[in-house]
């Protein structure tokens, strides 16, 4: 199973190496982007669409790069899984809601879709049967639950499974059931077999600008 891994604001790959080593996934090999600049766009994700362009755009269009990676690695789509905190939550979200990306299921701790208003409604449902695992915190000080939710809804409507669930609390951290239900998800869509070693591959960069998701 390969694991795209997408870092927060301020954050570089290695944050998302350490948080994959809560993650009981044996034989799983993480792709580990990095932002230019430590950000994948450079306004907060509420303000309206295009105070965040031309980054926000740039680095929609990396997604599907760093997918090529993996898929030649010889990873399927069904067997590549999305995962980010914060930020890299965010910007998957805005991914898998605009862009309609159907893969083996997504991880989205503690993001939403980026723009001040809901998304418009999509017609079909392109994400049908796609597992999408979602944990946020009650009170996170940068991503507001409203906005959750309103993804979750989002990619529901598209035909996904979400699961999402809200911890209480008021900081911005991934909790130990989050990871817990992550592993538990990751190793349904690819069984344990043969080695139980684990990769981590950082790749590439992308665009830049200031602090919160």
């Not at 989205?108 to 409604?121: A, D, K, Q, R, S």
Request: glycine residues 8%; hydrophobic residues 40%; contains cysteine.
């Amino acid at each position: 199973m390969a694991i795209l891994s997408v870092h927060g604001r301020g954050q570089n790959p290695e944050i998302m190496k350490d948080f994959a080593s809560f993650l009981n996934v044996p034989g799983a090999r993480f792709y580990a982007p990095s932002a230019e600049g430590a950000t994948w766009y450079p306004e907060p994700f509420l303000e309206p669409l295009e105070r965040n362009q031309p980054q926000l755009d740039l680095s929609l269009a990396l997604i599907p790069q760093y997918l090529t990676i993996i898929a030649s690695a010889g990873f399927a789509p069904d067997k590549t899984v999305l995962w980010g905190f914060s930020q890299g939550a965010c910007l998957l979200s805005h991914f898998l809601a605009t862009r309609h990306y159907r893969c083996g299921g997504a991880v989205l701790f503690t993001g939403g879709h980026l723009g001040p208003g809901p998304l418009p409604e999509y017609a079909g449902r392109p994400l049908t049967g796609m597992p999408v695992l979602m944990r946020t915190i009650a009170e996170d000080p940068w991503v507001p639950r409203w906005r959750v939710e309103e993804t979750a809804s989002n990619l529901t409507r598209q035909g996904a499974d979400v699961d999402l669930k809200v911890a209480p609390g008021t900081e911005h951290i991934i909790t130990a059931e989050a990871f817990t239900a992550a592993s538990e998800l990751i190793n349904t869509l690819a069984p344990k077999k043969g080695s139980s070693s684990r990769s981590f591959v950082p790749e590439v960069t992308a665009s830049s600008g200031p602090k919160n998701p």
